[in-house]
Each structure stands twice: as C-alpha cells, then as structure tokens.
C-alpha cells in the first residue's frame, strides 16, 4: 500500500472511532440509572457518592502515572473543581437523592433532559450564541420524543413528583448545564485526565459535607451494592467522562449537549431487558423521535 493510501486508511479509521465515541458514551452514561437502581436500596444517595469519587481519585492518579500526562497549572485547577463540583456534586448529587426519596427515575431523567434546551437558551441570551433553524427544530424534536419515551414507560404512571425531588431534579439540571457551559469556555484546552481528577475532588467536597450534614451512614453490605460501586467508578466514572470531556473540547455545545437526550431512550430499554419493564408503543416511537432530533442538531 503506497504512503497516501495508507494515510487515507487511517484518516478513515481515526473518523470511524470518532463517530462512535457519541454512542458509546450515551451507553455509558445511560447506565448510571442501571447502577443506581441497584445500589442506593443499600446505601445513602450522597454516602454512596462519597465512596464513588474517593475510590476513582486513586483510578485517575494511577492513570496519570502510568500514561505520564500533564498535570495542570493553579488556574486551570480552580476551574476544574468548580465544574467537578458543580457537575458531579450538583448534577449526580440532584439525581441520586431525588431517586432516593422516591421520585420516578423517568421523571429525573425527563428533567435533566430538558438540558439542551436550557443549554441553547444561556448560551444565546448571555453570550449571544447562534442556534440555527435546524438545530432548534433538532432540539424540540428531542424534548417531545424525550417526553413520549418518559410518559410512554410503565415506571412512571400514576406517580407524583414532590416538591423535594422536583427541587433537587431542577438543581441537578442546572447543575450539569452550566458545568457544561463553563468547560467548553474555560477548560476547553485542560488535560481530560488530571482536568477529571481535579473535578472529582470539587465533586467530593460537595457530597461528602452533605451526607454529613444530611445522612446517617446507615450501609447494607449486599453484593447488588458492590457490583453497582465497581459500575460507578470504573466505566461511568472513568471511561464515561474522559469521553464526555473530550467531546466538550472537540465539538460545539449545541451538537454534545443534544446527546444527553439519547440517554433516556437507552436506558428504558436497559431497564426493559434487566428488568422486564414494558417497553410501550409510545416509548418506541419517542425513542425514533429523539434519534431523528438528534440527527438534525448534529449533522454537519
């Protein structure tokens, strides 16, 4: 093989991971809701956190280590513990403890999925951002598909938000909106690595004040809580958010944004197949609703 084929093999290699980095965060990501059905019947929402970040920081050390990455300047590390804090600490800290008190996973997850929307909106009113035609009919698209894959699912019929879980679901959107926001324009250039090891000693100190302040430590050592720490620290943790991280630094917010409405989809259909939850006709229909709005925002 002559040098530019060769060179055009690996060009068209480089691009086809590239294009699966989208999906196989989404997955990864996803199954934060799988972990968290199976751990927090054991343990406290922000205890189980705690544990989550103390046992990846070690990950991440030994990863830089290993791999001799950069580590970052004082700057660049006071910008990650805000967005590790405001990210991990809000957004997961939100989540975990609206489920934990009995609000539907469905719900949370509708919530939370409203963040492209709010993600375009701050970006155009405070920085004066453009949203084309296109990408604002992708994002509408993507919220009712959402909406039908949340309303369609048998979790959530019947039930009620109370007004606890509604605040923390509302803080864990905004939690994860303006995270988003304030690394595509301050962190941009960080390394992912040491950038995500700062971000979880931000996230840390979050959760670990408020099960102080808030929870009894009160742990039931079952397996089902184990299996669901390893899941959190490992491939969410680690592999999930050195992926969301690097697609921040490499693509416009819109376009990384809309794919957190692929997560809701994806993980009805995980809960269906380790769960034996019925998956409705509108889930199905929701779900090619959110594909086809996704499609319109990214598309180059």
Same mark, same amino acid.
């Given at each position: 093989?002559?040098?530019?084929?060769?060179?055009?093999?690996?060009?068209?290699?480089?691009?086809? #991971?590239?294009?699966? *980095?989208?999906? &196989?965060? $989404?997955? /990864?990501? @996803?199954?934060?809701?799988? !972990?968290?059905?199976? +751990? %927090?019947?054991?343990?406290?929402?922000?205890?189980?956190?705690?544990?989550?970040?103390?046992?990846?920081?070690?990950?991440?050390?030994?990863?830089?280590?290993?791999?001799?990455?950069?580590?970052?300047?004082?700057?660049?590390?006071?910008?990650?513990?805000?967005?590790?804090?405001?990210?991990?600490?809000?957004?997961?800290?939100?989540?975990?403890?609206?489920?934990?008190?009995?609000?539907?996973?469905?719900?949370?997850?509708?919530?939370?999925?409203?963040?492209?929307?709010?993600?375009?909106?701050?970006?155009?009113?405070?920085?004066?951002?453009?949203?084309?035609?296109?990408?604002?009919?992708?994002? #509408?698209?993507?919220? *009712?598909?959402? &909406?039908? $894959?949340? /309303?369609? @699912?048998?979790?959530?019929? !019947?039930?009620?938000? +109370? %007004?606890?879980?509604?605040?923390?679901?509302?803080?864990?959107?905004?939690?994860?909106?303006?995270?988003?926001?304030?690394?595509?324009?301050?962190?941009?250039?960080?390394?992912?690595?040491?950038?995500?090891?700062?971000?979880?000693?931000?996230?840390?100190?979050?959760?670990?004040?408020?099960?102080?302040?808030?929870?009894?430590?009160?742990?039931?050592?079952?397996?089902?809580?184990?299996?669901?720490?390893?899941?959190?620290?490992?491939?969410?943790?680690?592999?999930?958010?050195?992926?969301?991280?690097?697609?921040?630094?490499?693509?416009?917010?819109?376009?990384?944004?809309?794919?957190?409405?692929? #997560?809701?989809?994806?993980?009805?259909?995980?809960?269906?197949? /380790?769960?034996?939850?019925?998956?409705?006709?509108?889930?199905?229909?929701?779900?090619?609703?959110?594909?086809?709005?996704?499609?319109?925002?990214?598309?180059?």
């Amino acid at each position: 093989m002559s040098h530019p084929e060769l060179t055009r093999a690996k060009r068209m290699k480089s691009k086809a #991971v590239t294009t699966l *980095i989208p999906f &196989l965060f $989404v997955w /990864l990501w @996803s199954t934060g809701f799988v !972990g968290a059905r199976f +751990g %927090l019947p054991y343990i406290e929402p922000f205890f189980i956190l705690t544990w989550r970040f103390i046992l990846t920081l070690p990950v991440f050390a030994i990863l830089i280590l290993i791999l001799r990455k950069r580590w970052l300047n004082i700057a660049q590390i006071k910008v990650q513990l805000v967005v590790g804090a405001i990210l991990h600490g809000l957004y997961l800290g939100g989540v975990f403890y609206a489920v934990s008190i009995g609000t539907p996973a469905g719900i949370a997850a509708i919530i939370v999925g409203i963040q492209p929307i709010l993600t375009a909106v701050i970006n155009r009113v405070l920085f004066g951002q453009s949203v084309s035609t296109r990408q604002t009919l992708g994002l #509408v698209l993507g919220f *009712i598909g959402l &909406l039908a $894959v949340i /309303l369609g @699912s048998a979790e959530i019929s !019947g039930s009620n938000v +109370g %007004l606890q879980g509604l605040a923390a679901c509302i803080i864990a959107l905004f939690g994860i909106t303006i995270a988003t926001i304030i690394q595509k324009r301050y962190g941009a250039g960080t390394p992912l690595m040491a950038g995500a090891f700062w971000q979880y000693i931000g996230s840390l100190i979050v959760v670990a004040i408020a099960s102080l302040m808030l929870e009894t430590h009160t742990v039931d050592p079952q397996w089902q809580l184990y299996a669901a720490l390893f899941w959190m620290v490992i491939p969410l943790s680690t592999a999930a958010v050195l992926l969301l991280m690097y697609m921040i630094s490499v693509g416009e917010v819109a376009k990384v944004t809309s794919y957190f409405y692929l #997560v809701p989809p994806v993980a009805v259909v995980q809960t269906w197949w /380790l769960f034996d939850e019925a998956l409705s006709v509108t889930s199905l229909v929701g779900c090619l609703v959110v594909v086809l709005g996704v499609a319109l925002v990214v598309r180059e």
